[in-house]
């Protein structure tokens, strides 16, 4: 399993909010990460994927420009963005090269997740903030 690489003052800034709001910042935390992380994280995500170019009559739009995520919300503290059904057998999501022609080692999805990880934060951050002010 990968690792995910995050600020080290925005963790700080985050436990210093959650320290300070005290029960119910679970709760807040999760409703951003279950209603908006999802998006951000494939906002990150869909432009580092390379569509083919290719063309086939009766074949379906390219990854990149068709509606390929799945959030799921199941677990505590946490989101996961993985493929719909239709796009699993794609190579995209983890390296980008199952064929002889992709370059592969690209992690389109570990590379979005990070870049989205410091957006996340801050809306966290945000979310708490605000429910402690009310």
């Not at 959650?18 to 409703?31: H, I, K, L």
């Not at 989101?79 to 995209?92: D, N």
Request: proline residues 5%; aromatic residues 8%; positive net charge.
């Amino acid at each position: 399993m990968s690792g995910l690489m995050l600020d080290a003052d925005a963790v700080k800034a985050l436990e210093v909010r959650v320290r300070s709001f005290g029960d119910g910042a679970e709760d807040v935390v999760n409703g951003v990460l279950h209603g908006e992380a999802g998006p951000m994280i494939y906002g990150r995500i869909n432009p580092l994927i390379h569509p083919s170019g290719r063309r086939f009559k009766g074949h379906p739009a390219s990854a990149r420009s068709s509606k390929w995520p799945v959030y799921r919300t199941g677990e505590n503290l946490a989101v996961t963005v993985a493929t719909s059904a239709r796009f699993r057998y794609l190579y995209f999501p983890n390296d980008g090269g199952n064929t002889k022609n992709h370059a592969g080692n690209q992690h389109f999805m570990f590379r979005g997740a990070q870049a989205a990880a410091p957006s996340v934060m801050e809306r966290c951050i945000t979310a708490l903030t605000r429910e402690w002010e009310q």
